[in-house]
C-alpha cells in the first residue's frame, strides 16, 4: 500500500538577514540556516558590497526547507578567491501573498536558459512591481547571472547571462520575487520598495530613504537588481556606502572580453528592510498561494521540498 505523501504547513511567508563573509575558494560555499518554516522556499540574494572591486555574482544551490548554499562567484577569468563582502537575503514562501496593509508580493521558481522566458504573475498587480531573480542550482561549474526586462503588473521576461567570451551551455533553475512598490511600517519591520530613474551606469547613483523612520546610522538589508536590459553587455549591481538613510548603486560589467566598464544606463529596483524578524502567516491576510508557482520544466534533477 502505498502511503500519501507528507506535506510541511508553512507558518513563514518572509526572512531577511545579512552575512558578511569573504570568498576563500572556488571550491567553498557558505551554508545558510532556514529558521523560519517554510513548506517551498524561495531564495534572493542581494547586491553585494564593494570592498573588493573584482566583477561578482551570486550563486545559491541546494535549497532545503531547512538550508541553503551559496557563494560569490568571480567570473572565469580571475582567480575565483573575493575579499570580505556583506550580502542579505531573504527567504520567501512561494505564491502569491497580501499583507494586511493591503502590499502584494509573489514568488516562485522557472527553468532558465540563455534564452528570454515570460513569467506571469497570479496576482495582477495594480502597478508594474520590482522583480529580483536569482539563480538557484548549479548544473556546472560556471559563473552566470539572470537579466530581466519589460517587468509590467502581469509578467516579466527574465535569462540567463554568461560572460562575454562565455556561452550558457545548461537549464538553471531561476528562482525570483516580485514586490508592490510600497513602503511599510509596522511595529516589527520597516521597508521600502522602489526604482531609480533610468539612469544607473557604472558611475554610480545616490538613493535616499527620506521617508523612513530610522537612525541614520542603521543597517538595513538591501536587495537591488536591473529591471531593464538596455546594456546588453553582462553585468551586475553592487552597493556602496549603505546605511540608514542612503546607499549608492551602480552597474558592474565583467571584463572577460575587454576592460571598458561602462554601461549604459538602466533602471534599478531595490528593497530596503530593517529589522530582519520573520513575516508569519499570521500577518497575512491570504493564508494560501492561490497559485503553484515552484513548476518548472527543467531537463536536470531539481530541488524537491
Not at 508580493?105 to 497570479?122: D, I, M, N, Q
Not at 502597478?127 to 502581469?154: G, L, M
Not at 520597516?190 to 543597517?219: H, M, P, S
Not at 536590459?229 to 553582462?234: E, L, V, Y
Request: aromatic fraction near 10%; hydrophobic fraction near 30%; glycine fraction near 4%.
Amino acid at each position: 500500500m502505498r502511503m500519501p505523501k507528507r506535506t510541511t504547513k508553512a507558518t513563514s511567508v518572509l526572512m531577511f538577514g545579512d552575512i558578511t563573509v569573504d570568498q576563500k575558494t572556488k571550491n567553498t560555499w557558505h551554508k545558510v540556516d532556514i529558521t523560519g518554516k517554510f513548506n517551498k522556499p524561495v531564495v534572493i540574494m542581494g547586491a553585494p558590497s564593494m570592498n573588493g572591486k573584482d566583477p561578482i555574482t551570486i550563486r545559491v544551490k541546494e535549497v532545503t526547507r531547512k538550508s541553503f548554499k551559496w557563494q560569490m562567484q568571480e567570473w572565469s577569468y580571475l582567480d575565483q578567491t573575493h575579499t570580505t563582502e556583506t550580502i542579505s537575503y531573504m527567504i520567501v514562501e512561494a505564491g502569491s501573498w497580501k499583507l494586511p496593509d493591503g502590499t502584494w508580493f509573489e514568488a516562485g521558481r522557472t527553468a532558465g536558459t540563455s534564452k528570454w522566458r515570460t513569467v506571469k504573475f497570479a496576482h495582477k498587480f495594480k502597478k508594474a512591481p520590482v522583480v529580483f531573480s536569482q539563480i538557484t542550482t548549479q548544473q556546472k561549474a560556471k559563473p552566470y547571472t539572470t537579466r530581466q526586462h519589460y517587468v509590467t503588473n502581469k509578467q516579466f521576461r527574465v535569462y540567463i547571462q554568461a560572460e562575454e567570451k562565455q556561452r550558457v551551455t545548461e537549464n538553471e533553475e531561476i528562482s525570483w520575487v516580485a514586490f508592490d512598490l510600497t513602503s511599510r511600517k509596522s511595529t516589527k519591520q520597516q521597508w521600502f520598495v522602489g526604482t531609480t530613474r533610468n539612469v544607473v551606469d557604472e558611475r554610480g547613483t545616490l538613493i535616499k530613504f527620506n521617508n523612513v523612520n530610522t537612525k541614520k546610522d542603521a543597517q538595513p538589508s538591501f536587495f537591488a537588481q536591473m529591471q531593464t536590459r538596455d546594456g546588453s553587455d553582462t553585468a551586475t549591481v553592487r552597493n556602496t556606502g549603505l546605511k540608514g538613510n542612503q546607499v549608492t548603486v551602480k552597474v558592474q560589467e565583467e571584463q572577460s572580453r575587454d576592460k571598458e566598464q561602462d554601461h549604459t544606463s538602466e533602471v534599478i529596483g531595490y528593497m530596503v528592510i530593517w529589522d530582519t524578524r520573520n513575516v508569519n502567516r499570521t500577518q497575512i491576510k491570504d493564508q494560501e498561494p492561490k497559485k503553484d508557482l515552484t513548476k518548472t520544466s527543467l531537463n536536470e534533477k531539481i530541488p524537491t521540498y
